[in-house]
C-alpha cells in the first residue's frame, strides 16, 4: 500500500495516541513520543511496524505520541491513518481481517 498524502488518527487523550502518516523517502521512519517509552517503547514500535508490514506499507514516515494507548489501540489508529492516507473509504477489512 503506498502512502498518498499526510493523514492522521487518535487523540492526544488518556489511553490513546496520535498517530500521524505521510509519505516517506524509501524506508520506513519511525518516531515516538511518550511518557512511559523506556518501559513500553520497544513493544509500541513492535506493534506499529508489525502492523505496517501487515498492511505492506514499505514507505512512510510515521509518527506516534503515545498517551497509554493498549496495543489494539495502537494497531487500529496505524490502520486508520495509512487508510485514511489512501483514500480508501470502502470495503476497510475492519475486525482482525488483517493479519
Known amino acids: ?14 489511553s490513546d495516541c ?4 505521510e509519505p516517506g523517502n524509501g524506508s520506513v521512519e519511525f518516531s515516538l513520543e511518550s511518557a512511559v517509552i523506556n518501559q513500553y517503547g520497544n513493544q509500541i ?3 506499529v511496524l508489525q502492523t505496517l508490514e ?3 506499507v514499505k ?3 510515521i509518527s506516534v505520541v503515545d498517551k497509554g ?3 489494539c489501540t495502537i ?3 496505524v490502520e486508520g491513518a495509512v487508510f485514511r492516507s489512501v483514500d480508501q473509504i470502502e470495503d476497510i477489512p475492519w475486525g482482525g481481517a488483517i493479519r
Open 1 to 14: 500500500m503506498e502512502i498518498k498524502k499526510p493523514a492522521m488518527a487518535g487523540t492526544l487523550e488518556s
Open 18 to 21: 496520535q498517530v500521524t502518516v
Open 45 to 47: 514500535r513492535k506493534v
Open 54 to 56: 501487515n498492511l505492506d
Open 59 to 61: 514507505d512512510v514516515k
Open 69 to 71: 494507548a493498549l496495543d
Open 75 to 77: 494497531k487500529a489508529r
